[in-house]
């Protein structure tokens, strides 16, 4: 079974500041796909990026980047140029690739996230 | 494209009722997910489905909770009877294959 664990329950940073979130994930699989997710207070959950575990290159979506250390099992959310609408709990999730059945997500407990004026 | 639709988006009822909420995943997908989401316990996955079988209902608290689905573009879930302890908001996701979950916006349920 797979576990991911986001140590940091609550951060905070400043409008404009960079802010990285962690997260770890334990598996025996070689093959999977790591997810953040967003929930800002209008309880939406809501995609921010993905990683394929065979990729080496970090995926980057606009202010939003990965540091995927596959060895380590380390899979950290770094946001630059914060935004007050960045405000939000952040989740990590594993979803392994494969096999019979698919889509299941297993997600970390989430990290709260919020941006200062 | 329409996403994840959920309904209702609030329900209040009193305890002992029972309780249905609705899901419409997003056309073409092929799995299904509720889930329930609470201060204490986060979010939890219930059951899922591939292809409109459920493949995994582990997470589902107890016999008073059910989940069917009928067909590749309507689910339910059903709670009988329902108690105070099962207020929380619930979410159905949906997804292709190994292609990133779509939630829909929740139902708050709260159980007097």
């Known amino acids: 079974a797979q576990t991911v664990t986001q140590s940091q329950p609550e951060m905070s940073v400043q409008e404009a500041e960079t802010v990285t979130l962690s997260c770890t994930y334990d598996t025996s699989e070689n093959n999977y796909y790591l997810f953040w997710y967003k929930q800002p207070p209008s309880r939406q959950m809501i995609l921010v990026i993905r990683q394929e575990a065979y990729k080496q290159q970090n995926a980057t979506e606009n202010r939003f980047s990965v540091n995927f250390q596959k060895a380590a099992k380390s899979f950290s959310l770094k946001i630059s140029d914060s935004q007050l609408g960045d405000t939000a709990m952040y989740f990590c999730?594993?979803?392994?690739?494969?096999?019979?059945?698919?889509?299941?997500?297993?997600f970390g407990q989430g990290t709260i996230l919020t941006v200062h004026p | 494209d329409a996403g994840v639709i959920q309904s209702p988006r609030h329900e209040v009822t009193e305890m002992g009722q029972e309780v249905t909420l609705r899901c419409k995943p997003i056309?073409?997908?092929?799995?299904l997910f509720w889930y329930r989401q609470t201060m204490m316990r986060g979010l939890e996955l219930l059951i899922y489905f591939n292809n409109n079988v459920p493949i995994d209902d582990s997470g589902m608290p107890e016999d008073r909770f059910s989940a069917k689905m009928p067909n590749a573009s309507f689910s339910t879930l059903k709670i009988q009877p329902s108690e105070p302890r099962d207020s929380a908001v619930y979410f159905c996701?949906?997804?292709?294959?190994?292609?990133?979950?779509?939630f829909g916006d929740g139902t708050r349920l709260s159980i007097l």
């Open positions: 056309s073409g997908h092929n799995s």
């Open positions: 996701a949906s997804s292709l294959y190994w292609e990133p979950q779509h």
């Open positions: 999730a594993f979803m392994k690739s494969g096999g019979t059945s698919y889509g299941k997500l297993t």
